[in-house]
């Protein structure tokens, strides 16, 4: 009689608000950029953007403000961004059981990656505050692939460095930019509310589930796969 191989689903995580406390740090620096600039947007219109690429983030921009926001401005406006991420890297921690869960999955066997929209520039501020080492975890950031968040490029290509199928992988993330990634690419999204948006966002954008931070993931980690 044949015997059915298991195969362990991997978890690849999002970073700003799903790992680490930092998406209203990330807010309060694009403020700053787009004051800089003269541009006049809301905080609350700029949370609801956090995750998606910067590039999305600017058409976007365009279309709220009207403005003609030419190459040039664009590049302002990210290098004040990440000046004033990094002033702000002080502020920024694990959220709670962030650590735990990576410790879990990796003495279980568990196979995990870390995707970002971010570019390296302002996720090692995070990675570093999470104590992670890019060297040794696999980590995708914006600089390493064509498109980001909503397209599922940065999932499928940290399913490819974990050499797993996206089709068997757990995408966690805190943002309905995370979720439509990973329908797209067909992994299965599960959603914290540690950055900000909803439940009933999360789950009209594809979570199948919804937990309040990486701590309750861990304490449900048995409903997505993992095993105690």
């Keep these: 009689?044949?015997?059915?191989?298991?195969?362990?689903?991997?978890?690849?995580?999002?970073?700003?608000?799903?790992?680490?406390?930092?998406?209203?740090?990330?807010?309060?620096?694009?403020?700053?950029?787009?004051?800089?600039?003269?541009?006049?947007?809301?905080?609350?219109r700029i949370h609801r953007r956090i995750g998606m690429s910067g590039g999305l983030f600017t058409n976007q921009l365009l279309r709220e403000t009207g403005l003609?926001?030419?190459?040039?401005?664009?590049?302002?406006?990210?290098?004040?961004?990440?000046?004033?991420?990094?002033?702000?890297?002080?502020r920024i921690h694990p959220l709670p059981g962030a650590r735990e869960l990576l410790d879990w999955l990796t003495n279980a066997?568990?196979?995990?990656?870390?995707?970002?929209?971010?570019?390296?520039?302002?996720?090692?501020?995070?990675?570093?505050?999470?104590g992670v080492d890019p060297e040794r975890t696999p980590v995708v950031t914006r600089d390493q692939v064509k498109y980001a968040k909503p397209d599922p490029d940065l999932f499928v290509a940290a399913a490819n460095r974990l050499q797993t199928p996206i089709e068997t992988a757990m995408v966690i993330g805190d943002s309905i930019w995370d979720m439509l990634a990973a329908?797209?690419?067909?992994?299965?999204?599960?959603?914290?509310?540690?950055?900000?948006?909803?439940?009933?966002?999360?789950?009209?954008?594809?979570?199948?589930?919804?937990?309040?931070?990486?701590?309750?993931?861990?304490?449900?980690?048995?409903e997505v796969g993992g095993r105690r």
């Design 183 to 222: 329908t797209r690419c067909r992994a299965l999204g599960v959603g914290l509310l540690s950055g900000g948006y909803g439940p009933e966002e999360l789950r009209d954008a594809g979570a199948i589930r919804v937990y309040e931070d990486p701590a309750d993931l861990l304490r449900h980690i048995d």
């Design 109 to 130: 066997g568990v196979p995990w990656a870390i995707a970002t929209s971010g570019r390296m520039e302002t996720a090692a501020v995070n990675l570093a505050a999470l």
């Design 1 to 44: 009689m044949s015997q059915t191989t298991r195969i362990e689903p991997a978890f690849l995580f999002d970073l700003d608000g799903t790992l680490v406390d930092s998406v209203y740090q990330h807010v309060l620096a694009w403020k700053e950029a787009l004051d800089a600039e003269g541009i006049a947007l809301s905080v609350w």
């Design 68 to 90: 003609d926001i030419d190459a040039d401005r664009v590049e302002r406006l990210r290098r004040h961004h990440v000046a004033a991420y990094r002033r702000l890297g002080d």
